[in-house]
């Protein structure tokens, strides 16, 4: 476990950087030799959907919101198109959104155009991959921090490539390695809630059924299936974000949104916290800093986009600051203990480390009788953390890739 102080230790981004640069700039990553077979099923799958649409609802040109809208307006029943319409101006929208409420009622048509855009979009993905890569079918992404020191990855955008898809794609720098997934559950919220002391709050972070599991018994006083548990975390999630009632109503479909959006506004510690953020964005105030004192610049201009920076820009930062301090972490612990042949990170994604084992360490570890000795407990011991006095975060750890 690694216990962080904010009192001693510090973020250090000019070190992250260097880090990632050295490593995944430096070394590049490995795209699979499945990539093409992928390629080759995604182009089928478009073509397929494309020639259905054309076939089935005569839209010429799936790619068209027009004519999307067009068929919409004409053909579905008029319970469906509400749901699609915009309560202020009243216009129809194709948004994704949407299409999965419709494809939520059996709609076949949604379904058919959802299913269109999804492997479009990944085929896109693959193929900027593959438009990307040397002769050897390595990527070499350019890094850089966006504005609360989150990792980018471009050329290609290596954080937009869907996780259905990803390790279908991307493999071990060295063949036969193993690629295993250090992911920090929750974090934003836990961040949240430790920082500001929501103490209704803390001990549904230690339950073992989760957060948003507990959040929604207490809500609605039953357990979740799990449509409406990913409901819930999006919806609250957005009101992290400072979402009004209207725009959670229109998220939940499957789960009441007011009541959800009630709740969470009955907090005392985060009404507080939204409360200064208004504050803040009222004074016209563009600088905000996160729980380390990492200062951070806002960009918006009107109030209530402000306010969503005010709100969100601390938390995200300080999982920024988080981050960097654990790669830190990691790169001390592999030399100390001599394991830099062994252990590498291969690269970050969002709140996740993915880690690069070598297989031979990887397999004797693994062999033996003793838990302790696992690769699993070894990442654990040097990626589990908490900070000051705060409830830990959790982690997942997990083979992503690997025999």
Known sequence: ???????????????????????????????????????DKLSKDVSSFNALIVSQYNINNPNSSAQILKYMGENLDYDLLEIC???KTGKLSSSKENLAELSKLGCAFAIDILNYRKYKKQLEYVEGLLGNCDRF????????????????????????????????????????????????????????????????????????????????????????????????????????????????KNICSLIDGEAVYDYFNSIKEIKRYTGEAYGLSKAKCRVAYTYFGTKLNLSARDVNSLKRQHLDFPIQGTCSDI????????????????????????????????????????????????????????????????????VEFKTKITLVKGE
């Open 323 to 390: 981050l960097s301090m654990l790669v830190k972490r990691f790169r001390w612990y592999i030399n100390t203990y001599n394991l830099k042949d062994v252990l590498s990170i291969y690269y970050t994604r969002h709140d996740e480390l993915i880690i690069e084992v070598d297989k031979t360490f990887y397999e004797k570890r693994n062999a033996s009788k003793d838990e302790k000795d696992h690769i699993n407990c070894l990442l654990g011991d040097i990626l589990n953390h908490k900070v000051d006095d705060w």
């Open 137 to 248: 079918g390595r990527i070499f992404p350019n890094i850089d921090l966006g504005a609360t020191n989150r990792v980018n990855y471009t050329d290609p955008p290596l954080m937009n490539i869907p996780k259905e898809i990803l390790w279908d794609v991307l493999t071990p720098r060295v063949d036969g390695n193993y690629l295993v997934s250090v992911d920090i559950k929750n974090q934003e919220p836990t961040v949240l809630i430790n920082w500001k002391n929501i103490e209704c709050l803390k001990a549904k972070l230690t339950s073992e059924r989760g957060l948003y599991f507990e959040i929604f018994v207490e809500i609605f006083n039953k357990e979740p299936n799990d449509l409406e548990l990913k409901e819930l975390k999006t919806a609250w999630l957005a009101l992290n974000y400072g979402a009004t009632k209207i725009g959670i």
């Open 85 to 87: 319409r915009d309560e």
């Open 1 to 39: 476990m690694y216990h962080i102080k904010s009192g001693i230790d510090k973020p250090d981004f000019m070190f992250l950087l260097e880090e990632l640069e050295g490593i995944v700039k430096g070394k590049g990553l490995r795209l699979s030799n499945k990539i093409f077979e992928i390629k």
